[in-house]
């Protein structure tokens, strides 16, 4: 998958002393034994070229490594808000793919009723994973009404002033 770490290992006989590694992506290593990160999915091949004192071997593999998309993960806006008493649905849907939400639940969708911060992380049918976090702002409704009494047909005119939790640590 995208951003894996994977370990090369040399195993050429005759105790090479220098070696070059091309993976195939633009990139090269002088480690006998390097780790390499994928930025773009794709098949890439690899060489090795290993030189002791009297030889110079060199060994390519083709489209050797495959490298996989992540799964797309979109909670939406990265803050969501919500009134007291009410509840948010999170959702991801991914074709062939597991979910774990940060309350251990397993399903496609999470009801969220109270603020704070939700992650999921979804795994596709390869083992890629990839996740999303929302953070969940209680939004403060204050309503002042101007009178009590209303006669029938009369316009009430309602004003409120709304503040969120992130209005308030500043």
């Known amino acids: 998958c995208i951003s894996d770490s994977i370990q090369f290992l040399d195993l050429t006989l005759g ?3 220098t070696w070059l590694w091309d993976f195939g992506d ?11 990160k994928y930025s773009i999915p794709g098949n890439y091949t ?12 060199s060994f390519e593999i083709n489209n050797y490594i495959t490298i996989l998309s992540l799964p797309i993960v979109d909670l939406g806006l990265d803050t969501n808000s ?23 639940s397993t399903d496609s969708i999470l009801e969220v009723n109270s603020p704070g911060n939700y992650f999921v992380t979804v795994t596709d049918d ?28 009369e316009v009430i005119l309602i004003s409120s002033a709304v503040t969120s939790e992130i209005d308030n640590l500043s």
Not at 46 to 57: F, G, H, P, Q, W
Not at 82 to 104: A, R
Not at 127 to 153: A, W
């Open 82 to 104: 919500i009134c007291e008493y009410s509840s948010l649905t999170l959702s991801v849907t991914n074709v062939n793919s597991t979910y774990l939400w940060n309350d251990n």
């Open 46 to 57: 690899v060489k090795l070229t290993a030189t002791n004192n009297l030889i110079t071997k």
């Open 15 to 17: 105790n090479p002393h």
């Open 126 to 153: 390869n083992n890629c994973s990839q996740n999303d976090t929302v953070y969940i702002d209680l939004l403060d409704v204050d309503v002042s009404l101007s009178k009590t009494t209303f006669c029938e047909g």
């Open 26 to 36: 633009g990139n090269t290593s002088n480690l006998e034994n390097p780790k390499h």
